[in-house]
């Protein structure tokens, strides 16, 4: 399940566990040859003038023309525009291999606000991406997810983050890490308390009694489920 950014809905309550239900196979994908000659803005600028709406390939030829020409950031959208289309029609390996090429580029960018919001907007539908190729407990999962959290702190997202601690805390239950798990669930009842939503604390009670049943804290798990 995805909100308008893409990034992993809230789950509806208990049972609703498991947030987008597939995860995503990780690509190789290659980088943009440092080597090759820079292209021609007035290329990328040209093409970029052709349609309101391109076509996959045109979104690609884009993206890489505006990098060779070095215009990044336009390159930057172009890619996640190109990622977003391909989530649409389920190619979820193409969807993996343009949002990854985006990425790339974006660390190229200086330092901003605005440039954090963007990389969030890559983010949530990379991890649905593999989610649908790979399964929930892939390794790949986890490091964007951490880097999803670290990122909405900088902006001040609460709800996001909530939702985000809920999908780290899903990651470490699906993998067996029952340990690790706890520590989630006390994190998200600590993000939960702080949101004006107070049916936040509500869901958050779903991760603390699930970690405990998991754990064999029968009495503790009832205790939050009631």
Known sequence: LEDARGLAVRPPGPFGVVLAAEELQERVVQRLDPERDPGDPRLAETLGEGSAHPAETERELLAHHSGEAGLTTRSVEFWLKSGLRARHRSADIETIGDLTRGLALLETLEPSVDRDRLELQFLGPLVTAYIAVRGYPSDEIGPVLDRSRVLCERVGDRNQLFVLAWGTWIWHIVRGEFRLAV???????????TLEDPSGVAEALFPVGATRLYRGDFTGARAAFE
């Open 183 to 193: 520590d989630l669930a006390a994190e998200t009842m600590k993000i939960a308390e």
